[in-house]
């Protein structure tokens, strides 16, 4: 059997990821393992209605700048919304029917505040940077210009308000402002969160330090999943694919890889609250033992 060993003083292989990605890794591994590691991956459990009205706002004010300067209008925003309405995961038709008359609120109002002659320079951009360490990528909602530098625009439609320090703590949103710079060779220290619920604008301005140490520590995070993504493959290698089932039958559900105990102590769970919102607390007896099981509508601010 011939083996290739790695050439000692190789550069090692970036680890290529998103913001969600290290995310993942830092609020639980074992779902980190499930959503990026096994395959195929576990089954998840239903929708939830709250990413149901998240997407489909998002979609829609995606939308409205890609429309004719003449059509940028609260009116359009409202018919793209209704005409991209996602119903998964509410209670019945009744209550998607209330929420999709509220995000059609949200939506018209607010690009009612906007000026449509103000072209993005990005809308749905995905924009990526890399060091010797990690490659970085991602897609922003909103990149706009002003004067002579780049702001990134986060749309946020979740019914808990926003503090200045969610701005200022998102790795994500470090990284959408470094790899926005790098890509376009232009300054963008500037990152906003944009809460349709309130209208509230949440805005951080970063120094080159800040954005550096949100850097250091996606490369910190980043070698640290990278290892045990390693050490994952080496003992339990690629697992292979189920067979498709028949036409007309529905796949069995998916369960976890079958680990040995030193693999699923590398991905150990991190029980809390958000076990309650976890698209796989049916394979995680911690999870459930954490806290309670939450119905896919139960994120909606009713």
Same mark, same amino acid.
């Given at each position: ?37 096994? +395959? ?47 119903? @998964? ?35 749905? +951009? ?5 060091? @010797? ?11 706009? +210009? ?42 963008? +220290? ?33 070698? $640290? ?16 694919? @189920? ?5 007309? $039958? ?53």
């Amino acid at each position: 059997m011939n083996t290739q060993l790695p050439l000692e003083g190789m550069p090692r292989r970036l680890y290529s990821c998103t913001p969600s990605r290290l995310n993942a890794w830092l609020d639980c591994r074992r779902r980190y393992r499930f959503t990026y590691l096994d +395959r195929p991956q576990p089954s998840k459990g239903p929708a939830w209605a709250h990413n149901s009205v998240g997407a489909s706002v998002h979609n829609a004010l995606a939308g409205w700048w890609r429309e004719p300067y003449e059509r940028r209008t609260p009116l359009t925003a409202a018919v793209l919304l209704t005409n991209g309405w996602i119903t @998964k995961g509410f209670k019945d038709a009744e209550q998607s029917v209330r929420w999709l008359g509220r995000a059609r609120d949200l939506v018209s109002g607010y690009v009612a505040t906007l000026d449509p002659a103000d072209d993005p320079v990005g809308v749905e +951009r995905t924009v990526a940077t890399r060091t @010797k360490v990690v490659a970085l990528s991602g897609r922003i909602d909103r990149l706009d +210009r002003r004067g002579d530098e780049l702001v990134v625009v986060d749309y946020k439609t979740g019914r808990r308000p926003l503090t200045q320090d969610d701005a200022r703590s998102s790795l994500a949103l470090a990284a959408y402002a470094i790899a926005a710079s790098t890509m376009m060779r232009t300054p963008c +220290r500037t990152v906003e969160l944009h809460h349709l619920p309130t209208g509230e604008i949440v805005q951080w301005r970063h120094t080159e330090e800040s954005l550096t140490r949100h850097l250091r520590r996606a490369e910190e995070i980043a070698s $640290e999943a990278a290892e045990a993504d390693e050490r994952y493959r080496e003992v339990v290698g690629t697992p292979a694919r @189920k067979a498709a089932a028949p036409p007309g $039958e529905r796949p069995p559900a998916a369960g976890p890889a079958a680990v040995p105990p030193e693999v699923d102590e590398l991905f150990a769970p991190t029980p809390g609250p958000i076990c309650s919102w976890c698209d796989f607390r049916r394979h995680c007896p911690e999870g459930q033992a954490a806290g309670p099981e939450r119905r896919p509508w139960d994120g909606l601010a009713d």
